[in-house]
């Protein structure tokens, strides 16, 4: 320990790190493991000790060119390659390749008998020796805890042992030693005096059923490291941790917007549908076709060209396709041309972290443009709520540092009421799609709104929306007096107003004939008047013609006799002037 | 064996070859455990197996690689090769008793 102090004060200035290479373990490390320094990795049977220490040698020999030496008390050479080749690891060859060195240090109590002093000089020389013989530079330990059990000295193995974590800091080796966790201490015959620059502890403990694996960097002397405990998986090639509680909120963000594939709801939202990159919520209760929008935006974002990985907790990717082929959705083509990728598990498959782990590597490995959840709440319902709540965090985390637009279905319980864990879900959320159950007039309809949506113009209205065999339709809910209708109320509705406009239509042309018919009545009678009026006016001039000509010849006449009676002449012409008018008219 | 650098052939009787014990002794260096080691189990086999034993000892800072054969651990380590089933005493054999137990030389050179 003395020896261990004055070391690492010496070199305080920066820690050279040894990248492990396994993934998630070198970004909670900063970089990897202490650099020719031992790190201890302790945890109870079963949660991964072996494999760890076997990946961070294989993945040293095989990409960091740092040849490795593997001591082994508890397996055998045959049994540990046969054990890591079910990872993809090929130990065999390395070994064949003087890349690594196994040596498996077996020692059976029963056989041997102790008298008198001794030391382990015969170990530092097989390692000694292993380590030269390929020039390692890294060497794992594998359990050496197994020697307590084996050498009936303790006193003289513990005094070794200081010895040998000494004398590997001086060999300049990066060294992992594995070591049984304890009861009290982390390691059961503590190890951890003698190791004390870096710390693992792994766990493997199962919450409600459901096992998973830990890992927390309990100490890394003289550099920053994640302290949480984080997840980790065993896949089919190798561990991997995840760092995911980086909580940092500086993503990139796109303005670009993709169509839901639903063209009335796209026009719900602005015209153009979500923002790429944002998380979308689609809540609804049992039966109101949740799985249905996520599929036709699946489909939508394929058609596009772009992939989409789909995690369907509940359903079986056979009966996603078939099912959504009977309203028109033909995913199978999709799904050949691989664009589109199910992946469907059960919830209590295993715990909420397995399931995120393993989420996450789909997702590294598919690079999807759109994820779907179907549905969130089944998984969370796995976790308490808080854990839920971090989960759903951490993945929308995850999914928009790598602008990946999320849709995640939420089922509620029935009624009109949401629930707690979707109240503090839906603040994580970009936007938020309601779809609901209209009961009445015997008949159950389905109408959506948009609840939110952050950062853009979006419709305050309900709309119903029909699933017929050629797909989704959504169409105007009738809001009337008596509330919003839907199905054939709806129908209904529009047929009564209908006729209501076709009667008023008549009722209007009817009126209008009626008019049309008086105005001709009227201008018959003002024709017939005028006709009078003129008869008349003719009858008058006739009359006074009559006159006049009457006049003039009664004038005439009397000039006449006037001048045959020899009347005076003055007389005769003043009334020869007069009829004059009176001719003229 | 033909192998060892250090071989001391102490004693080979005239009975039948597979009665002789073979003991194969580890040590590190001419350290005064190693020297100690040497000397009891000498005396030992002086004592119990007279003309019946041959020791051989290795060196394990100029052969490490015998060092796996015999799962060499504890430093210095004595292991009876023959007659089978193999046994083996870690320790400078201080203790004669033990080692005589460990060895099983009394059950044999008594049963002989």
Redesign the interface.
Known sequence: MKTNGAKSSSTATRLPKCPSGIQGLDEITGGGLPRGRPTLVCGGAGCGKTLLAAEFLVRGAAQFDEPGVLMAFEETEKELTANVASLGFDLDGLVRRKKIVIDYVHIERSEVQESGEYDLEGLFVRLGHAIDSIGAKRVVLDTIEVLFASLPNEAILRSELRRLFRWLKDKGVTAVITAERGRESLTRHGLEEYVSDCVILLDHRVNDQIATRHLRVVKYRGALHGTNEFPFLIGADGISVLPITSLSLNHKVSGERIATGIPRLDAMLGGKGFFRGSSILLTGTPGTGKTIISANFAQAAARRGERVLFFSFEESPDQITRNMHSIGLRLEPLVKSGLLRFHSARPSLYGLEMHLATMFKEITEFKPHVVIIDPITSLMDSGTDSEGKGMVTRLIDFLKANQVTSLFTSLTQGGHALQQSETAMSSLMDAWVLLQDFEGNGERNRVLYVLKARGMAHSNQIREFLISDRGIDVVDAYIGASGVLTGSARAAQFSLEKAAVLASQQEAAQLKREVERKRGALERQIGDLRSDYEAEAMELRRIAEQVGTRTFVLGTERAASGILRQADLKVAANTQSKPKPGGST | MKKTTVRRKVAVSKRKPSKIWQLRL?I?DQTP?SR??FA?LKTLCETHLKDRYRITVVD??KQ??L??GD???????VVRKLPS????????????E??L???DLRWSAQSR
Request: charged content about 15%; overall charge positive; glycine content about 6%.
């Open positions: 580890y590190t455990k100690m080691a009891n394990l800072l490490p690689q060092a796996k799962q060499i651990l504890a430093v210095p380590t089933p193999m046994r083996t005493v870690i320790g400078n054999l201080s203790d004669t033990r080692v137990v460990g060895l």
